[in-house]
C-alpha cells in the first residue's frame, strides 16, 4: 500500500466514524427530548413556612467577662 492509498483509508475511517458519532448524538437527543415531553411536569414545591423559634435569653455579661478573665489568667500561669 501506497501513501495516497492509506490516506483515502483514514479518511474513510475518519467520516464513517463521525457520522456514527453524529447520528448517536442526534438519537440521543430525540430521546431525551422525547422523554422529556411524556414525563409530567414536576409539582411545585411549597416553600415551608418560617416558625419563630425562641431566642435565647442574653447572657448576664459580668459572668461572661468573669469567665474570660478567668480563662486568659489560667493560660498566662501555664506559659
Not at 18 to 27: C, G, R
Amino acid at each position: 500500500m501506497d501513501l495516497t492509498e492509506l490516506l483515502v483509508e483514514a479518511a474513510t475511517l475518519m467520516g464513517v466514524g463521525m457520522i456514527a458519532v453524529f447520528a448517536f448524538l442526534s438519537l440521543l437527543i430525540v430521546a431525551v427530548n422525547g422523554l422529556a415531553k411524556l414525563a409530567p411536569p414536576l409539582a411545585e414545591v411549597a416553600e415551608p413556612t418560617q416558625t419563630s423559634s425562641p431566642t435565647p435569653q442574653p447572657a448576664n455579661n459580668a459572668t461572661v467577662v468573669a469567665a474570660i478573665s478567668a480563662a486568659v489568667q489560667q493560660y498566662r500561669k501555664a506559659q
